[in-house]
């Protein structure tokens, strides 16, 4: 139910994601109508959007991908790609269902905050207040079940639905067989991403609240932020009009999902909503509609283990510094879909990718190439520098610079020792097959900008630094990722 991208390598979805290249069939990818929401980005950047969700799309073989952005706080953009279901063919719509897989952990872990405000419990209550007969219950606390670092083992670690995950189960189940075993380590001493943290917290949820778990998102959170197509996955169907679910065997045909038994999601990955419903979630967190701004801190705060080391991870949600942007992560994977949540909630920013396949990181691909489209107001700018880096980066393939374009520093660091080099170890990869800036920010009088270029068997990383007048001060080349 659950994957991380950005700031660490996490479990993909529920355990260690093993990669599937996603060749065969093509499924034809053709732009389907936006949402209702009128567009807030220049027809360039929404081209630039269609573009690459096309060519992420193409590449892997996903079928489908729903894609939400917002800018200045407002649903800037909606667009769906590709066929919701493949028999019969049927075109991906921004009001379709997805499901969002582990991103539902940040609505318990909301609800538990909630309850904090209103006194129904404190963060670092023990475990045992509300469930006492769990492993070590009086030493593990609630903030600790919502950071990972309780110490629970993950009761689905596997990146496929294993036979006994087909029939239903309870909660109370999940938590017999894997909350009252032996702690895989000592609470707050390590970080590791477990499924079973949070069945916990929602049955905390519910005593707390004597309501069940999706009543009480329903009225507290759902309800007021407008989100009226949500549906709970772990007890109800999508229906016929949303996405059929897919994985594949190796690298061989899509084909439908199996479908977890009842209860096995609950709240750790039990939604499913447009990208529409998922952009309102995220601009009320930009602006705090929720919750006091004490308890948004709290939630977005690096939980720190207890040697001092950082976890990269709040409550719900991971964080981290992008690019000098503070940026809330999460992705998320149930049998059949994957998605990815993406905010800047200081710049207002944020971008949200739903697919119908699993075990494949088309989301993360999607959000990370259109992130930094939203971090300047004029895309033509970015389209020139991104042009300028690749011409440049052509002209090393062949031992050769424009030396008007650099300053003096860069002129000497590039003697013939260095174009030589540059020459012969890029020369073999031939022409890139993608080039796209992926960050960008101000460091010492200068920007510094980094572009991700992709050759068919290898991924460059090239660092900038760009003086005030254009000149370029730095152009350096490793092996990314």
Known sequence: MHRLIHSRKIPFRRGLFRAVACVGVMLSILPQAPAQAPSQLSDQARGQVDQIA???????GVPSASVAVVKDGTLAYAHAYGNARLQPPTPATAEMRYKIGSISKQFTATAILMLAEKGKLSLDDPVSRFVPDLT???EVTIRQLLSHTSGYQDYWPQDYVPPFMLTPVTAEEILTRWARKPLDFDPGTQWQYS???YVIAGVIVEKASGMPLLRFLSSHIFEPLGMQSVVNIDQDHLADTDPTGYMRYALGPLRPAPREGKGWLFAAGELAMPVTDLAAWDIAM??????KPSSYQEMQKDVLLKNGTATGYGLGVAVRNQAGHRMIEHSGEVSGFTAENVVFPDDRVAVIILTNQDAVNASGQIARKVAP???TGNTAVVAEKVERARKILEQLQQGKIDRLLFTDNANSYFDQQALQDFATS???FGASQ?????????RGGMTYRVYRAKFAEKVLSISTFEMPDGKVEQYLVSVGN
Do not use: I, W
């Open 54 to 60: 096309r060519q992420v799309l193409e590449s892997t």
């Open 136 to 138: 070590r219950a009086n």
């Open 195 to 197: 499924n079973t943290n």
């Open 286 to 291: 930009m602006t705090q509609r929720l919750l």
């Open 373 to 375: 489209l939203l971090f």
């Open 426 to 428: 890029l020369s073999p």
């Open 434 to 442: 993608d080039f796209q800036q992926t960050a960008e920010q101000g």
